[in-house]
């Protein structure tokens, strides 16, 4: 699976962004997805998953309630909604997808479950 992940650029504090992952050449049916990000000088952490169902999501506490996300009917696209953005959202974000979902309503938090990475897209936020 080939991810490529979109929708980054330069927004002012309080603006808001979509971020997509398209998967070439094969569908994301049933598979679990999930974004991570990496700010200047920090480590890669979890920021949102959506279950291969699509029924099921899970945020990380420091988006909560700022982000949504989603996938398509078709399921070849995923998409994270980030509103009211702040400057610490700023980072590269990476969409991952994992294969091997306990179920079709899992959803995977952790990086080292994920199997295949898309290049990241850059998010800046100014203050």
């Known amino acids: 699976v080939q991810l490529q992940a979109s929708g980054g650029g330069l927004v002012q504090a309080g603006g808001s962004l979509r971020l997509s992952c398209a998967a070439s050449?094969?569908?994301?049916?049933?598979?679990?997805v999930a974004w991570f990000r990496q700010g200047p000088g920090k480590e890669r952490e979890f920021v949102a998953t959506?279950?291969?169902?699509?029924?099921?999501?899970y945020f990380a506490d420091s988006v909560k309630g700022r982000s949504t996300i989603s996938r398509d009917n078709s399921k070849t696209t995923v998409y994270l909604q980030m509103n009211s953005l702040k400057p610490e959202d700023t980072a590269v974000y990476y969409c991952?997808?994992?294969?091997?979902?306990?179920?079709?309503?899992?959803?995977?938090?952790?990086?080292?479950?994920?199997?295949?990475w898309g290049k990241g897209t850059q998010v800046t936020v100014s203050s």
């Open positions: 991952a997808v994992d294969t091997r979902p306990a179920h079709s309503h899992a959803l995977v938090t952790v990086s080292d479950a994920m199997d295949y």
């Open positions: 050449g094969r569908t994301f049916s049933g598979y679990a």
């Open positions: 959506i279950s291969g169902s699509g029924i099921r999501t």
